[in-house]
């Protein structure tokens, strides 16, 4: 079974710092992976996808992501934080042969002025 | 083109009583996947549609239930709302090579 951990709760920046966000997950296959965002009282928005192509994903907004298969790992980083992307983050795994999506438990991004 | 559509945004029912909830895909995805989201249990997996088949459904008891038509448009049913039952309710249509576009959600009071 597939499963993905954010090892972070809560991380707090400042204005043009760099933002770090780890995910590791658990799968038996290569997986697809994705990290998703969600602004208070929105939906979620997808910001990049892993599908077993390139190991170093761009997103959007500047976000990009390394998928590390000896680490398990998929942390999502952006090199200078703005306030706008303040939001909850959502590392997900996707099944095999399936369209069933697996959440993390979500980090909460702040950032101070 | 268009996005993934949920109708309504709002709903606010009394315990006992029955809600459905309404999911339009993207225009030709034919997988429509459903989730609901609190803020102590997070985002759970509800269903999957594919081609009007249920390919996976998540644990959940059998109050919750759903179906997808032949133009792909899903609906899920909740009876015997509790109030536990309150959430956003999110669906998702797409595939994993292209990624999964999420609609706004149907919130779901029940009081």
């Known amino acids: 079974a597939q499963s993905v951990t954010q090892l972070d709760s809560h991380v707090s920046v400042s204005e043009g710092t760099p933002v770090l966000l780890r995910c590791n997950y658990s799968s038996s296959y290569s997986p697809s992976l994705f990290w998703y965002v969600q602004h208070p009282n929105k939906g979620l928005q997808l910001l990049l996808k892993y599908t077993s192509a390139a190991t170093l994903v761009k997103g959007i907004n500047g976000f990009e992501a390394e998928f590390k298969k000896s680490e398990t790992s998929f942390h999502l980083t952006k090199p200078s934080a703005h306030m706008s992307d303040a939001a909850e983050y959502f590392c997900v795994v996707s099944g095999r042969d399936t369209d069933k999506l697996i959440f993390g438990t979500g980090t909460r991004l702040q950032v101070f002025p | ?111």
């Open chain 2, 1 to 111: 083109k268009a996005g993934v559509t949920q109708t309504p945004r709002y709903l606010i029912k009394t315990r006992g009583q029955q809600v459905t909830l309404s999911c339009s895909p993207i225009s030709g995805h034919r997988s429509v996947s459903w989730y609901q989201q609190t803020p102590g249990q997070g985002l759970q997996f509800l269903f999957e549609y594919f081609s009007e088949t249920q390919r996976n459904k998540g644990n959940f008891p059998g109050r919750f239930s759903g179906r997808q038509f032949s133009n792909s448009r899903s609906e899920m049913n909740v009876s015997t709302l509790e109030l536990g039952d309150s959430a956003l309710y999110l669906c998702a249509s797409g595939e994993a090579g292209y990624g999964y576009t999420f609609g706004s959600g149907t919130r779901l009071t029940v009081v």
